[in-house]
């Protein structure tokens, strides 16, 4: 029952690919492969474009779960997702007849990166659908390199659907909804912390297999509610809020590094965990947590335990989930991975279902 953080949008994906033939490359929504002999150079710009119209041929289909398809260096794509909605997690999976050193996808303005079983033909990746996104098609790009250093590209298009949120009126202390104006600038301080943290990507997966819900317990559906607090209007909840008593320990729901573990003003006692290539967990409003930061946590080590610390209204874990700065579902990122066939799933936990309040 908290409104979690602020919105932090990551904006640290600026470094993409980019071709120097980029004029033989086509926005075509069909599957299509386009393999340019190109030297290809990493450059700063920003140059994703969103398409307006796409053609039905597109296999990335809303209400079509699990698609595929073959191009003509015989690449074959697959997509599950609970739904391509906002804040949904698209998980994605290139299967190459011949390895690959790179893939990834460029989509909403963002990279995210790939990974490769031991043979470089087989990549799976995640996708992250922004809360607040708008519905429409959207280009999705997939861009790589074979091991002869010929840079390739497949150009998808990803409909998304509209989703429509509740909106929640809470109580909380004034404070949290009017801080006093000497507050104000360690609130921003935190909040630049934050941002700065959700935008720099660690260039390697510490995450493997399934993640796991970090309490036991129903979660509730407050994703992406829209809060009003004390009557005035509050920006998205990007987490998802367990219901648990004070003390209740919480799970890494994955493994990866801790990169933070203080006291903030919003979140209270919030633990963050990266758990690599721009997926990062927050959990805040824990009565206290064990977790230090730069250690390495697996999966299911306890970090901390609930409580109500920061600005909530009663004892519960608040759990953010970040995708290359994209503010997503948690519960999607637990059901998309428990339900695909990724290689690495030790220990996968079953698709987990939203309770709405
Ligand atoms: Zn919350």
Redesign the pocket.
Known sequence: ????TRIFTGRGFSTVWQSRNQNLLSDSSRLCVFVVNAVYRMTKINCWRRLGAVTAAALFLSGNPSSSGQGSPGIGIKQHARSVQPGEVVWMEARSPQPLKKLEAAAFKRVFPFYPDNTGLHWEGLIGIDLETSPGSYTVELLGMQDDGTALKLTRTLTVKEKRFVTRHLKVEEKYVTPRPELLERIREESERLRRIFASVTPERLWRGAFVAPVPGSPSS?FGSRSVLNDQPRSA?S???FHAPTGTPVKAPNAGKVVLAAELYYSGNTVIIDHGFGLYSLF??LSGFTAKEGEEVPRTKVIGYVGDTGRATGP?L?W?VRLSGTRVDPLSLIAVLAATTTTDKPGAAKPQQANDK
């Open positions: 029952m908290c409104n979690g407050s909840h987490g998802a809020d805040g409003h519960h608040h953010a």
